[in-house]
C-alpha cells in the first residue's frame, strides 16, 4: 500500500507538535499547582509566612445621639459644621502570641453651639502576632489598628447618615505618630523602658 506523500507530512508533523509540548512540559514543572521553583510540592502552609493574623473583627460598642433633632435640620443649610475627633488605641493579652486590640472612636458634630450628633465606636480585633518582642508594642499599636481602621470607618459613615446628616468621612490617620507621641507621654512621666511597655496598655 502506497501512503498518499501529503497524509505522511502531515502525520510528521503532528508528531514533531507533540514532541516538542511534551519537552516543554519537561522543562517547565514549576507551572504546575502546588509546585515551589525546583518543581518539588511545598509542604509550608501559607499561614506559617504570616506574621500578623486577625482572628476575628467585632463592634464592642457603638453610640449615636442626636440630641437637636428635628430642629439642627434647618440649620444644616447655613453653616458649616464644626467636628471634633477623638481616637484612641488599646491593647491587652489574651493568651500567648494571641492579643486584642480596639480602636476607639469619638466624634462630636455642633452646628454654631447646638450639637447635632455624638458618635462613640470602640470597634476590635483579635490578632495573632509572630513579630519579635522588640517589635511588640509598634505592631500592636500601629499595623493591628491599622487593619481595623477601613471598618470602623464604614461604620461612622453609614451610622451618621442612617441618622440624617452627611456620612462622616475620616481621612487616613497616622498610627506612627499616635503611638510615638503615646511613648514621648508615658517617658514624660516615667522611665523610657516602662513607658514602652505601658504603651501597648494603656489604662
Known amino acids: 500500500m502506497i501512503m498518499n506523500p501529503l497524509k ?36 509550608k502552609p501559607e499561614a506559617a509566612k504570616t506574621p ?12 449615636f445621639e442626636a440630641p437637636a433633632v428635628p430642629e439642627i435640620f434647618n440649620e444644616k443649610p447655613a453653616r458649616q459644621p464644626d467636628i471634633n475627633i477623638n481616637v484612641e488605641v488599646k491593647a ?19 452646628y454654631g453651639e447646638k450639637v447635632a450628633f455624638l458618635l462613640e465606636l470602640a470597634y476590635g ?14 505592631v500592636l499599636l500601629i499595623e493591628c489598628p491599622r487593619l481595623l481602621f ?16 452627611p456620612p462622616l468621612m475620616l481621612g487616613p490617620l497616622d498610627f506612627v505618630a499616635m503611638y510615638q507621641n503615646k511613648v514621648r507621654q508615658l517617658a514624660s512621666e516615667g522611665d523610657g523602658e516602662k513607658a514602652k511597655k505601658e504603651a501597648a496598655n494603656p489604662k
Not at 510528521?12 to 511534551?22: G, I, Q, R, S, V
Not at 480585633?125 to 509598634?138: D, I, M, R
Not at 477601613?150 to 459613615?157: C, G, Q
Request: aromatic content about 6%.
Open 92 to 110: 491587652r493579652p489574651l493568651r500567648e502570641k494571641v492579643f486584642e486590640v480596639t480602636l476607639h472612636i469619638n466624634a462630636e458634630c455642633k
Open 8 to 43: 505522511r507530512r502531515a502525520k510528521t508533523a503532528a508528531a514533531k507538535e507533540e514532541a516538542a509540548a511534551k519537552e516543554a512540559d519537561a522543562k517547565n514543572p514549576a507551572e504546575t499547582p502546588d509546585a515551589t521553583s525546583d518543581g518539588t510540592k511545598s509542604d
Open 52 to 63: 500578623i493574623s486577625v482572628n476575628a473583627q467585632f463592634i464592642k460598642d457603638l453610640s
Open 150 to 165: 477601613p471598618f470602623a470607618r464604614n461604620i461612622l459613615a453609614d451610622v451618621s447618615r442612617d441618622g440624617g446628616f
Open 125 to 138: 480585633g483579635v490578632f495573632t502576632l509572630k513579630v519579635p518582642s522588640e517589635h511588640l508594642q509598634a
